[in-house]
């Protein structure tokens, strides 16, 4: 029987088996390495492995599916259930230092409490209204300005000339301070019991309409040396007349300190016809507790309604209240839906991204927004409706071979090349006669 034809596989699979001699030509190196790259995979041997571990136990357990690793979360403060009540308090805190270093007082805020500083029976921006704010400023006894002498530099606060004061009545420093605007100050001398009115030198002296003052007495217009038995009459201070009578030194105390008066009262708080009584002696620089500097409109009646003073606050502070606390609220929820536009995700989605990360699933695709359909370029055809285009499903990766199922691969190929070689070398030899 005459041999056959060699067949081209067994000669390659003997090339293959063999151990190549060191004659063998780069070109067959090469065509040899790119068949074996091709036909069976490379070996999964670890880097700086001999041999393949023969205990399948010493194999690394990848049957489970793995899970990606996790960048280390670091606790935020603004997951913690108190960090909207810490922030603020911290506003709060941080307001009243603020206010603070400006009056250099505390506390830095009083609350007007009753009516006599308004400017009619309604409410009017910028004078004080019962259940105002107002701020307390520290300042230096020789720096207050008084109505008299707002007259002559035209100084003026809250709707009238001078200084509004906040002092405690009579010294006491337990009583509720009262708040009033400073009209002059009148300076005592002990050594033979007068007062003396400097502040009005300068000033316009005789009768109304034009003049400033008046001194009944033997100088009709002393500004001082008064005595007892002399009377000082002050014309439109707030557009009231203003008598003073000096016979009354036990009202105005042997002492110097201001003349004070409410905007709204008809006489001063040194003389017990008052609208209140007597309400204090003249006011010592040391019982100022400070000068009103700054307006916070309406807020303090909430104090004044938890306090049952209520009534005294005029109808209008309370509805700009309202309004001021609904325009608040309408602010804080439109930076709110701003922030949530920008980008930040609320706790729910978060939490959902977090688990299906736990579970090495992809998190679910973000809805995208809703866009008018387009036509495809060169599209000869106009649809009749523009139709919503479907949203492409995020694409998957494949999944990701253990350990085990790629050595599982690798051994079952090379035992299937084998058998296959076995086969072809034990099959009968073909005989040359039955060749054509």
């Known amino acids: 029987m005459a041999r056959g034809e060699p067949d081209e596989d067994d000669d ?195 009768s109304a309409p034009n003049a400033v003052y008046a001194a009944s007495g033997a100088k009709p217009c002393q500004t001082v040396g008064f005595t007892q038995a002399d009377d000082l009459t002050l014309y439109n201070i707030g557009g009231r007349t203003v008598s003073i009578d000096f016979s009354r030194t036990t009202d105005l105390g042997s002492h110097s300190g201001f003349l004070t008066m409410g905007d709204n009262n008809s006489a001063a708080d040194q003389l017990p016809a008052s609208d209140s009584g007597l309400l204090s002696t003249l006011v010592e620089p040391g019982w100022v507790v400070g000068v009103a500097r700054g307006l916070i409109p309406w807020f303090g009646a909430l104090k004044l309604l938890l306090d049952g003073n209520s009534g005294k606050v005029p109808t209008a502070s309370w509805e700009f209240l309202g309004l001021t606390i609904a325009g608040v609220i309408l602010a804080a929820a439109g930076l709110h839906y701003l922030f949530r536009r920008e980008g930040l995700e609320s706790p729910r989605r978060r939490r959902e991204e977090e688990e299906a990360s736990e579970d090495g699933e992809e998190p679910p695709p973000k809805t995208p927004r809703r866009r008018a359909a387009v036509r495809a370029w060169r599209d000869e055809t106009e649809p009749d409706e523009e139709e919503e285009p479907e949203a492409e499903p995020a694409p998957t990766r494949p999944r990701r071979l253990s350990y085990e199922e790629r050595r599982r691969s690798h051994f079952t190929s090379t035992r299937e090349r084998r058998a296959a070689r076995a086969r072809r070398a034990s099959s009968p030899e073909k005989d040359d006669s039955d060749a054509p």
């Open 12 to 206: 390659l699979d003997d090339i293959l088996d063999n151990t190549p001699s060191p004659r063998t030509s780069r070109a067959s190196g090469r065509g040899r390495a790119r068949r074996d790259s091709t036909s069976r995979p490379p070996s999964l041997r670890r880097w700086g492995d001999s041999e393949e571990p023969d205990d399948p136990d010493d194999l690394e357990d990848d049957t489970q599916p793995r899970r990606k690793k996790r960048s280390p979360v670091f606790w935020r403060a603004r997951d913690s259930l108190y960090f909207e009540p810490l922030v603020a308090l911290a506003v709060l805190a941080l307001l009243l230092v603020s206010l603070y270093a400006y009056t250099s007082n505390w506390p830095p805020v009083y609350v007007v409490e009753s009516n006599s500083m308004q400017h009619g029976a309604g409410d009017r921006l910028g004078v004080l209204n019962a259940g105002d704010i107002v701020l307390a400023e520290k300042i230096p006894n020789g720096s207050i300005v008084t109505y008299v002498q707002g007259i002559k530099n035209g100084f003026q606060t809250y709707g009238e000339r001078g200084d509004v004061l906040i002092y405690d009545p009579n010294g006491t420093g337990g009583a509720t301070p009262i708040i009033h605007r400073a009209i002059l100050f009148l300076q005592w001398n002990p050594h033979n019991s007068t007062y003396n009115a400097s502040q009005l030198s300068g000033l316009a002296c005789g």
